[in-house]
């Protein structure tokens, strides 16, 4: 028997196999109308008391039943597993078998028996991994393939079957869905997770995962699915504790944001680093600046300013000079001066964030009066201490020794004044460094700065030492290859008692600061020991496109493995030169073309010649959308500048003048790696257009 029988059949008698999956559908839609009904029949009026518990079930269900919807351009299970035997039985000769369809969703009938179960359930796992080498007891593996919502296809896999061939990729539906072309935002992969990203999939919720992987070998896909099967395997705890995806930018964000709710997850936070740390809990900056130099947002980026923050927020604690007279009633205690410097070096010592050992301060000073009153006679209890922490004497000691300290006014203060700079920085920063990092010209007040990204990371730091910052249960940290250690540190105290699942090439990293090794930067994302994990089968870009592409490996990257994609379609790719003056019709004519095919044009061109790019495209015709626009099937060509391109995947990429892109970024390497990101957008077709030579890099 070959190893896929594929029936593809439009109608057929009541016995033949497609009309009995066909009728499980609809039984299983009717079925998935009765929980819903059930859901949206349910009375409040008698099991609440108050107002409030009404509205929080109200909305509760009203969650429910959007989670119980059916939504007609989703099929309700892709796939069936037919076990050899009843799961979880011994295996015992004449045990029956068991079949179950897998879908998006669990479904059950009126006895509450599975008409579909979740592709996150343990029993759907084999549907992804098993193999001939490896059949966990599965027998039979079918794929269902869908047109316009209906079920017209089947395609078997008989994993027992010795003679039958073992590639998941020679599954027909699974390269069509593949080959698929893209309209508007990101969309699942539930069908087609392949085996070594399963695994990462499902990787338990305890440990840390980093993913390198080359563009289009499936990563961001990976972590959002990831999440959704987190939110399934441990839903109370995450539940409490929250989850948060970290990608590059907005436009990025759009792009993504429909994934989770398609598989049911509405809760996930999606923000990007500077959301992160401009908002929430006494955050109250606002980005509105750039750093001076780009010397200064490396500095600013590097980890030894969190101990340079460190210094300088500590050096706030003076140590007393006098000793501490407490009066209660007719009496007066005193706390020697000597003692008080006990409590504070101790403090110091323990090395507690400096809101709290500032909290505790006053308690310490009010157990030493209480020593002294229980010596004196006294039985002093609780009260007495919190009455004592409370007296005015211990309340202005405090303020002298351990005064408050605002995150953002310590950050302008290092910044703009020399000395303080000096002072703190010493032995960790050179001078050269440090005049770097300072700003030419010093800043009055937190409110009139123009913040930069990099000292919104160093505020959120300075914050995070007076106040530690809340863990989350589990966060993905996407594109992760750009950021910098200050930012790692940012995104990993977010997760400091959870864990992280980090996505990143590092070919594609073009910041200045872009890591070189997963190893360092998990050191500084607090996850050291994070599993490093390798995806090479690259999903979106055609074979030809994927080596043009690779042959800029070895200029910037040497030593990363190339993509080998899965595509079978070698793509459409053209690269024409054209005089200077005939380079905006060219790329025009470019969008024309591909225009003419089904699926999203993305126009990817060097930031500085986005206006003249606008207004040429507008002239003839072909208004364009803004990255993060979600394409439709009347307006599908977007014009992208590269600055904004990674992540995002386009149908067919018209690439304006690569020699642009490599000579707008700071060195060439960097500018490599910005056309390396810009090569690997497209999914069916790339043409570039050029009137200047192309990097030598890209020469075969
Ligand atoms: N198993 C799969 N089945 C079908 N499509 C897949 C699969 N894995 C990934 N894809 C598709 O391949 C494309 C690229 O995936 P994704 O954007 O996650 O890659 P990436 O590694 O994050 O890329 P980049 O490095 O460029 O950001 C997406 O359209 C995604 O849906």
């Known amino acids: 028997m070959p190893a896929h029988d594929i029936v593809t059949v439009t109608d057929g008698p009541a016995d033949d196999p497609l009309a009995r999956e066909r009728a499980h559908l609809a039984a299983s839609r009717a079925a998935l109308r009765a929980m819903r009904e059930d859901v949206e029949r349910l009375d409040i009026k008698d099991v609440t008391a108050n107002w409030v518990n009404a509205a929080v079930l109200t909305a509760q269900i009203e969650d429910r039943v959007k989670a119980l919807a059916d939504l007609s351009h989703t099929p309700l299970f892709f796939g069936r597993l037919d076990y050899l035997h009843t799961v979880g039985a011994e295996q015992a000769e004449g045990t029956p078998g068991e079949s179950f369809y897998i879908g998006r969703r669990h479904v059950h009938d009126a006895d509450g028996d599975p008409m579909v ?3 996150r359930a343990p029993v759907s796992q084999p549907f992804y991994r098993a193999s001939k080498k490896d059949p966990q007891d599965v027998g039979l593996r079918r794929r269902f393939g869908y047109t316009s919502g209906e079920l017209t296809a089947y395609e078997d896999e008989h994993l027992s079957d010795p003679s039958a061939a073992d590639d998941p990729l020679t599954s027909k539906l699974l390269q069509a869905e593949i080959e698929r072309p893209r309209v508007g935002p990101m969309r699942d992969i539930v069908a087609t997770i392949q085996p070594e990203q399963d695994e990462i999939v499902r990787s338990g919720l305890a440990g840390s995962v980093c993913v390198q ?5 499936g990563k961001t896909a990976v972590g959002l699915h990831r999440v959704a099967y987190l939110l399934y395997a441990h839903r109370e705890r995450l539940a409490r504790t929250g989850t948060l995806v970290v990608g590059p930018n ?15 997850e509405l809760e996930v936070r999606q923000a990007t680093v500077d959301d992160l740390v ?3 809990e006494g955050a109250g900056i606002e980005i509105r600046g750039t750093d001076e130099t780009s010397a200064a947002s490396v500095l600013k980026g590097d980890a030894r300013m969190a101990e340079v923050l460190r210094r300088a927020l500590r050096s706030h604690v003076t140590p007393p000079d006098e000793g501490l007279v407490v009066v209660r009633g007719s009496r007066r205690w005193r706390v020697p001066v000597y003692e008080l410097e006990e409590i504070v070096r101790e403090l110091l010592d323990r090395d507690i964030r400096y809101g709290a050992a500032r909290e505790a301060l006053p308690q ?7 020593v002294r009153m229980e010596q004196a006679g006294e039985a002093p209890d609780d009260r007495v201490q919190d009455a004592v922490a409370r007296n005015a004497a211990v309340k202005a000691a405090v303020k002298a020794i351990w005064p408050p300290v605002d995150p953002a006014k310590l950050v302008l203060r290092l910044l703009s004044d020399a ?5 703190h920085a010493r032995g960790v920063l050179s001078e050269e460094e440090q005049a770097a990092v300072r700003w030419t010209k010093p800043a009055r007040s937190v409110r009139s700065v123009k913040w930069s990204a990099a000292d919104a990371v160093l505020i959120d730091e300075a914050r995070d030492l007076v106040a530690r910052t809340h863990s989350l249960g589990h966060v993905v940290l996407d594109e992760a290859q750009d950021l910098s250690p200050m930012q790692y540190r940012a995104v990993g105290r977010r997760c400091s008692t959870g864990s992280a699942t980090v996505l990143g090439d590092l070919a594609q990293g073009t910041t200045p600061w872009a890591t070189e090794s997963w190893a360092e930067a998990l050191g500084h994302l607090g996850k050291p020991d994070a599993v490093v994990e390798e995806l090479t089968a690259g999903f979106r870009v055609p074979r030809d496109v994927i080596a043009y592409a690779s042959r800029l490996l070895p200029w910037m990257s040497p030593g990363l493995t190339p993509v080998s994609s899965v595509r079978e379609s070698p793509g459409a790719m053209s690269v024409r030169r054209v005089a200077a003056d005939a380079l905006d019709a060219a790329v025009v004519e470019a969008c024309g073309e591909a225009l003419r095919n089904e699926g999203s044009v993305g126009v990817i061109a060097a930031d500085a010649r986005i206006p003249v790019l606008a207004g040429v495209l507008a002239a003839a015709g072909h208004l364009p959308l803004a990255p993060g626009e979600e394409t439709t099937a009347a307006r599908r060509l977007t014009l992208v500048p590269v600055s904004l391109a990674k992540g995002l995947e386009y149908d067919y990429v018209v690439l304006d003048e690569p020699a642009a892109i490599v000579s707008g970024e700071p060195d060439e390497r960097t500018g490599l790696r910005r056309l390396y990101v810009a090569l690997t957008r497209a999914v069916s077709g790339l043409a570039v257009r050029h009137a200047g030579p192309l990097p030598k890099a890209l020469h075969p």
């Open 364 to 370: 310490r000073i009010a157990h030493q009066v209480l």
């Open 278 to 280: 401009t908002s929430g």
């Open 213 to 217: 992987g080359g563009p289009g070998t």
């Open 419 to 423: 000395e303080f700079l000096v002072e």
């Open 250 to 264: 907005r436009s990025f964000l759009h792009y993504i944001e429909q994934v989770l709710p398609a598989l049911g």
């Open 117 to 119: 179960v979740d592709w």
